[in-house]
């Protein structure tokens, strides 16, 4: 048998079956780079970066997404070698939109911390099955992964101190006070590396988002999943919102649209806004609210698919089909406003039970 295959069932299970953890609480003080690290004392922990990036003519577009994924297990009764024993599970996504090819293509991994994969603490040091994330001087990150025939290693420099999110340093996602998390991003990575494919080699420079959450429970009940999208407006303006969806498709009253300046400061939030969309049905049998338009502060955006097939069908831990892709940004006149990246859950199966 797989021994990967072992994980699923743990990996699918409520939180609320397993221990206490540690809850995502206001006045929690963020130290760095200790904070870019892991966070076991918490039971779920995800590091995801998304990017747009273009070889050095300009003639080739490409999105890419790589999320690591870190969830704590029920403590074991394990009794044998210390070094052998973890209650550390690393899930991750890949995939590579290449625009002009039209094509879309997506990995996973899944494996128990140890010699396969590890997240560290203090400082950000993640790998799984071969891919990496590592935080070095001057907060650069560097990113080592394929998908495919295609492999990428990217150097990732934050162009401004890391955002947090939310009040008193929580993130609310409803109005149980457990479904919170402790949020930050890095808006803007000037990104560049290069792509290896049938064995070539691509200079890549381009532009990088980078979310790290961590927290004990996301969703309260109810909710099914969320949309969300991190927005980098061609002003240097970055938009991060996130609507938390009911059963019915209602939107939740703690859905957030934030607004951070070119220099990292946050300048307004909002609960009072619209998210649509049109209705676009994926191979999976799955509708999705693409394209999609923002409406908020007197503005519409509507975010566009470049390839319009970026769902992801995964197979191991929970099982999850979402949609998750490279978009371009208009503004209410037509024209190019930005690039975006958009994640949409709960539209294949609902999301609860499973983050």
């Known amino acids: 048998m797989n021994p990967r295959l072992l994980l699923l069932p743990l990996l699918a299970l409520p939180l609320a079956t397993q221990p206490a953890f540690r809850a995502a609480r206001p006045g929690y003080v963020f130290q760095f780079p200790r904070d870019h690290g892991a966070h076991p004392e918490f039971a779920i922990e ?5 990017g747009h990036l273009w070889s050095a003519d300009g ?14 297990l029920p403590a074991s009764g394990w009794t044998g070698s210390p070094a052998w024993r973890t209650d550390q599970i690393l899930l991750a996504h890949a995939a590579l939109t290449d625009v002009a090819g039209s094509s879309f293509r997506m990995e996973e991994r899944l494996n128990r911390e140890g010699i396969p994969a590890a997240a560290a603490t203090p400082g950000l040091n993640l790998r799984d099955g071969g891919w990496s994330a590592r935080m070095g001087e001057r907060q650069r990150i560097h990113l080592s992964f394929a998908v495919g025939d295609a492999s990428l290693e990217l150097d990732l420099d934050p162009a401004t101190p890391p955002v947090v999110f939310g009040e008193h340093g929580v993130t609310r ?9 402790h949020y930050l991003t890095f808006p803007r990575l000037a990104s560049a590396g290069h792509l290896r494919q ?12 980078m979310d790290h959450e961590f927290s004990s429970s996301q969703l309260s009940p109810g909710q099914v999943g969320w949309d969300w999208a ?6 240097g303006r970055s938009l991060m919102v996130y609507r938390l969806r009911g059963a019915g498709g209602a939107q939740d009253p703690w859905s957030t649209l934030t607004e951070v300046s070119a220099e990292g400061r946050i300048l307004r939030t909002t609960h009072a806004f619209q998210l649509t969309g049109g209705n676009w049905r994926a191979p999976s049998g799955a509708s999705y ?7 908020a502060w007197n503005a519409t955006w509507t975010l566009v698919p470049l390839v319009p097939n970026q769902e992801l069908r995964t197979r191991l831990g929970a099982s999850i089909t979402y949609w ?21 859950t709960g539209y294949a199966q609902s999301m609860q039970g499973r983050f």
Do not use: M, N
């Not at 995800?46 to 998304?50: A, I, N, S």
């Not at 991190?230 to 002003?235: E, K, V």
């Not at 609210?289 to 409406?295: D, G, V």
């Open 46 to 50: 995800w590091w995801y970066f998304t």
């Open 59 to 72: 003639a080739r577009r490409y999105g890419y997404q790589l999320t690591f994924f870190r969830r704590s």
């Open 173 to 181: 996602k409803g109005a149980d006070p457990a479904a919170a998390s």
């Open 198 to 209: 049938a064995g070539q080699d691509t200079t890549l420079h381009g532009e990088s988002w």
């Open 230 to 235: 991190g927005i980098q407006l061609r002003d």
């Open 289 to 295: 609210p693409l394209p999609l338009r923002l409406r």
């Open 324 to 344: 998750e892709g490279a978009c371009r940004v208009l503004d209410q006149d037509g024209s190019e406003a930005g690039d975006a990246y958009v994640e949409l």
